[in-house]
């Protein structure tokens, strides 16, 4: 940080403020971009711990390093570390730092309400970490927090993690607002909204996404709160609620969480395989209507989630038809994505190479989502390491290895300098390798019936748990590699040209590398 | 500011409405995922599909009952956590003709020694069938107190549909026992009259 503060220090009166006060302070969108995205990847190392102690015990059958009363509360924190602490903040770190620069606009439409929500964050996760050290644990009933299991068998720190979610409820929503008034106000005259670079609208269908849900996941927390503390029966069968009400509000809002998770990746890899396959991208417009596909789709298939909860069968027919309707227009962009490399001049640069993994694995992750959409299926791999394997393989190489290509993609611009090349194509290799060795023998391991969220497990499944951990140990110490890269591109490095890969497009690369504390003051014209 | 762009509106309020929708969307969706607690309630009474049993019937017509069909009713009495009633039906099944009102009682005992309030709450599998087994009497339409040491039986008086889907040939009904505290508390729990509604 420093090191990005120093570069600018000279420009005494359009630069930052200095010491501590510019971050705190700070309105502007590349500051907040990058505490954003700092502050996600100390969340993903945490969150990573975490998996590390999961595995750890996972390693052997038998009982171990931790009880599982700790185990438990390891699987819980993992979760929602790494959906809202670490996916979620890196992807409104991008689209702070990149969304102004794509459309050419000065800052974000409300740069004060951007330091707020960034702020918002820490405060958030400090009180749902400290939950860890509160008496009777933090929450154990695993990141989807069902009721009566979060509720009625809750411990104590239940009512710190309501109101940790409700602080990054808050903050998302925020982030979003923020987004969608800078998309629709602040675009360079002559960028009409078919004009827009695929990431600007990934990330509008996210925000609008955001704003449907987060809503309705402040709402069944304060239902639960309301449960815990003052009496109410939501989801208290003995007066006269029902726990599988809580199932339903929540993966109404869960489902398009988990496109909120992937849609931006999608974006951004859409810039990403083009500028390294020196062509246009394959059907732009086709693209853009896909991903509205997507998120209308995603308010419509929640119940898949419930198979087993008891489902009347025409509604497992709906939404097993609406779930794999889904396989349509996400078919349309993988096949696009297929169709831009086919015949280009690839070369195999790190963020390529990341984004080539994204679709090959990404794809691998939904089809075995499409095995579980089928519901009569379903009743096999029901809470299973399969649903385990399906999740890490779309989220993972999805929207991890999504954002690792962002990172490396648009470095240069942020540092001004170019990353090491071989330690980063070393950080790909090692991920990759690792990754699939953790995450494929869970398919196998939940097809032959292991249950997820368990300390302990028969001898039988002992290979592969110790296949699956050796890979994650594996995929975890890689990423401090990520740490020393980013660090060193920070400090220094082979310059930077202002368009650094010689087939990318777009706003931002016509703005010196590193980009200037302030861009764009007058608007760029778009033809 | 209006004399910059005298037709566009400006920036600033141009911002300042798209905040207004996005903070009208956000606070529709929070009631909205209120308004699903009363909406799946509806839905599921109207299709009977989590098996909750509608309230008191009141059957308009007297129609003989259906001597050619009989079906099965299986009774399931268990205890919520912690509730240390003795419960259990009198009779485990009963065959009855569809149309026909049938009596069956159900045992409660409160083996402790101080007096407590029990609400039993009704589930019927398969939940096909919920929509056409009607209670006219049931002890689960209020709460049951029982003083230290007492027993009672509870009757349930029901009738099956005759147009009950004629695939099905038994139904299971099963109550589960709550304990709601002592019976002062009971009288004032607001909970109530959510159950009676319920059924």
């Known amino acids: ?527 | 500011m209006a004399e910059q762009q005298a037709n566009k509106p400006t920036p600033q309020r141009s911002n300042t409405r798209v905040i207004g929708w996005c903070v009208a969307s956000v606070v529709g969706m929070f009631a909205f995922g209120f308004a699903m607690v009363p909406l799946y309630d509806v839905f599921c009474d109207i299709t009977g599909i989590n098996g909750k049993t509608s309230g008191r019937y009141e059957s308009t017509e007297r129609t003989a009952a259906d001597m050619t069909r009989t079906i099965k009713v299986q009774f399931l009495a268990q205890n919520g956590p912690d509730m240390p009633w003795v419960f259990r039906p009198v009779e485990r099944s009963v065959e009855v003709h569809p149309g026909e009102a049938t009596t069956v009682n159900f045992y409660a005992e409160n083996p402790t020694d101080k007096d407590m309030v029990g609400q039993a709450v009704p589930s019927l599998s398969p939940s096909e069938g919920t929509l056409y087994f009607h209670k006219t009497e049931c002890f689960c339409f209020n709460q049951q107190p029982l003083s230290a040491g007492e027993n009672t039986h509870m009757p349930l008086v029901f009738i099956v549909d005759q147009d009950l889907p004629s695939h099905i040939t038994k139904l299971t009904l099963s109550y589960t026992l709550y304990d709601q505290g002592e019976p002062q508390t009971a009288v004032t729990s607001t909970t109530n009259t959510t159950i009676t509604d319920n059924g």
């Not at chain 1, 939950?131 to 695993?142: Q, R, V, W, Y």
């Open chain 1, 1 to 527: 940080m420093s090191a990005v503060a120093g570069t600018h220090a000279q420009d005494h009166h359009h630069g930052p403020a200095r010491g501590i006060s510019r971050w705190l302070l700070t309105t502007n969108h590349k500051d907040i971009g990058s505490m954003y995205l700092i502050f996600s990847f100390t969340m993903f190392l945490l969150g990573g711990t975490m998996a590390m102690v999961i595995r750890a015990e996972l390693f052997q059958p038998g009982l171990q390093i931790v009880q599982p009363e700790f185990f438990n509360q390891m699987t819980t924190m993992h979760g929602l570390i790494m959906v809202f602490g670490a996916v979620m903040p890196a992807f409104v770190g991008l689209a702070n730092w990149m969304v102004p620069l794509m459309i050419g606009a000065p800052d974000m439409a409300l740069p004060r309400m951007n330091n707020w929500s960034f702020w918002l964050l820490p405060c958030a996760f400090l009180i749902l970490v400290s939950t860890l050290f509160m008496e009777g644990g933090a929450p154990n009933f695993g990141w989807t927090f069902y009721a009566p299991l979060s509720t009625t068998y809750g411990p104590p720190s239940t009512t710190f993690f309501i109101f940790a979610i409700h602080i990054m409820g808050v903050s998302s929503i925020m982030g979003a607002i923020n987004v969608i008034a800078t998309v629709l106000n602040m675009r360079a005259p002559g960028m009409t909204l078919m004009k827009m670079p695929m990431f600007v609208w990934t990330w509008l269908i996210t925000a609008f996404l955001l704003i449907a849900v987060m809503p309705v996941l402040a709402g069944v927390v304060t239902m639960m709160l309301m449960d815990i503390n003052f009496g109410t029966s939501f989801f208290n069968a003995a007066g006269g609620g029902d726990p599988v009400l809580f199932q339903h509000v929540f993966w109404f809002f869960g489902h398009p969480e988990v496109y909120i998770m992937i849609l931006p990746a999608f974006g951004a890899i859409s810039h990403i395989i083009p500028a390294f396959s020196r062509k246009k991208l394959f059907g732009y417009a086709s693209m853009v209507y896909a991903v509205g596909a997507i998120a209308l789709l995603s308010f419509l298939v929640w119940a898949h989630h419930m198979f087993t909860v008891g489902v009347p069968v025409a509604g497992q027919l709906f939404f097993m038809y609406a779930t794999l309707l889904i396989a349509v227009p996400t078919g349309v962009k993988v096949f696009n994505w297929v169709a831009t490399m086919f015949r280009g001049s690839l070369t195999f640069e790190a963020p390529m190479l990341f984004a080539i993994a994204f679709v090959i694995l990404f794809t691998i992750g939904g089809f075995s989502g499409l095995m579980l959409a089928i519901a009569p299926a379903d009743f096999q791999y029901h809470d299973t390491y399969f649903v385990v394997a399906h999740f890490h393989y779309v989220l993972v190489p999805g929207a991890i290895f999504g954002i690792f290509a962002s990172a490396y993609f648009w470095l240069p611009k942020w540092t001004g300098n170019m990353y090491d090349e071989t330690l980063a194509k070393t950080h790909f290799w090692l991920s990759f390798v690792g990754m699939n060795l953790a995450f494929f023998p869970m398919h196998f391991l939940g097809l032959a019936g292991m249950p997820r969220r368990i300390p302990d497990y028969a001898l039988q499944f002992a290979d592969f748990n110790m296949v699956s951990s050796v890979g994650a140990f594996m995929f975890g110490a890689t990423q401090l590699l990520f740490l020393l890269i980013v660090v060193k591109c920070v400090k220094g490095g082979e310059k930077a040209a202002a368009k650094p890969w010689d087939g990318a497009e777009g706003l931002e690369w016509t703005v010196p590398s590193p980009a200037p504390y302030h861009t764009f003051s007058t608007p760029p014209e778009v033809k």
